[in-house]
């Protein structure tokens, strides 16, 4: 009796005392919520379909850690099928985080979005140490003015509507993550992680955003439909992945990234006034793709500008390649000349000079 009670007592204390509010096991709000100050998440929680969840600025949600199959991750987490509300401020945000005194990430599992298809929002809210720091499967919700750092993945949706505006994806191992999506990301900055954005299946708007800094790719898509304008994308491993999808480029910076700026594998891709400069192996990887390139930046990159290693002949338009000396330019393209089981670069005449590719982005986010 006595050792059963210094467990009791041992666990008891492992639990914040200063929650206001506490869940405990699995639990269900039948009615419309308001949460507040300290709020502990000691279980599953779960917001019926109908009913609201209203957080206020300032409240601190907090989740202990519980592991049932030993994978070393946090089961504790929210399910929202009805409709929740993050209102937080500039001022005092909303926390969800991890009730552990040293925290990990992947200690809780998520704020989940299960068949909700009402219009969820988190506005100023701060989300580190999940598994998955917001997750939608058949759901709906926007995302703004929030911070996502030291999640396992910041965020993963399939079969959701899902808009990200102003928001900060920090040091997570995955930054977003999509299948069977339409996803909007607006001045976001995505940094540190090893893949910014992954997704299959899916419709990606990608405006005046920051990624920067990640150990794998910036953009990765297959069979997907990507528009992205004005936006930075810098000191990744890889820049932009496009396989089996379209694609639409415009006024964006794609600088100093390892391997290859773009890459576009049986695509159909729009690739205009676009600074592509710098990176590691070339500035165009294309392989059995179509569609244009004209207006862009490509000068200065590691080894080629442009690479055909598609069977097809390329005919590209007016690019500025560092120099208008077909000799030069010869050079910077890497096509059945060197490689004779690959198709043809055509270019039109050479831009006289450097374009102005670039300045929309270089406006919304500054170097």
Request: proline content about 3%; some cysteine.
């Amino acid at each position: 009796m006595t050792r059963l009670l210094c467990l009791v007592l041992l666990l008891a204390s492992c639990l914040p005392a200063a929650a206001e509010t506490r869940y405990s096991g699995e639990q269900t709000l039948w009615q419309d919520t308001v949460w507040s100050g300290d709020v502990l998440i000691d279980g599953i929680l779960t917001v019926a379909p109908g009913v609201r969840l209203e957080i206020r600025p300032g409240t601190a949600v907090r989740f202990t850690f519980f592991d049932s199959n030993g994978d070393g991750l946090g089961e504790h987490e929210i399910f929202i099928q009805g409709r929740l509300l993050a209102l937080g401020t500039a001022e005092q945000p909303i926390l969800f985080t991890s009730a552990e005194a040293v925290p990990r990430p992947g200690a809780w599992g998520a704020i989940n979005m299960m068949a909700s298809e009402d219009d969820n929002l988190l506005r100023h809210c701060v989300v580190e140490y999940a598994y998955r720091g917001f997750h939608a499967h058949f759901g709906k919700g926007r995302i703004e003015d929030s911070l996502f750092r030291r999640n396992l993945r910041a965020f993963q949706f399939q079969d959701s509507t899902v808009k990200v505006s102003r928001c900060q994806v920090l040091d997570n191992f995955n930054g977003l993550q999509f299948r069977d999506a339409t996803v909007v990301l607006e001045q976001c900055r995505i940094t540190g992680g090893q893949w910014a954005i992954r997704g299959i299946y899916s419709d990606l708007t990608l405006t005046g955003c920051l990624i920067e800094n990640n150990r794998i790719n910036a953009v990765s898509l297959r069979e997907s439909t990507l528009v992205a304008e004005a936006n930075r994308i810098a000191g990744n491993r890889r820049g932009i992945f496009l396989q089996r999808g379209k694609g639409t480029l415009r006024g964006n910076r794609i600088v100093g990234n390892a391997e290859h700026g773009t890459f576009f594998e049986d695509s159909e891709v729009i690739l205009r006034d676009n600074r592509i400069t710098a990176n590691g192996r070339a500035g165009i990887r294309w392989l059995d793709s179509q569609g244009v390139i004209a207006g862009n930046d490509l000068s200065g990159n590691g080894e080629y500008a442009l690479m055909n290693d598609g069977s097809g002949d390329l005919q590209v338009g007016s690019n500025w390649w560092g120099s208008v000396d077909e000799k030069r330019i010869d050079q910077l393209i890497r096509d059945r000349r060197d490689r004779p089981e690959t198709g043809l670069v055509r270019y039109a005449a050479p831009l006289s000079g450097k374009p102005s590719a670039g300045t929309t982005a270089k406006r919304l986010l500054p170097e």
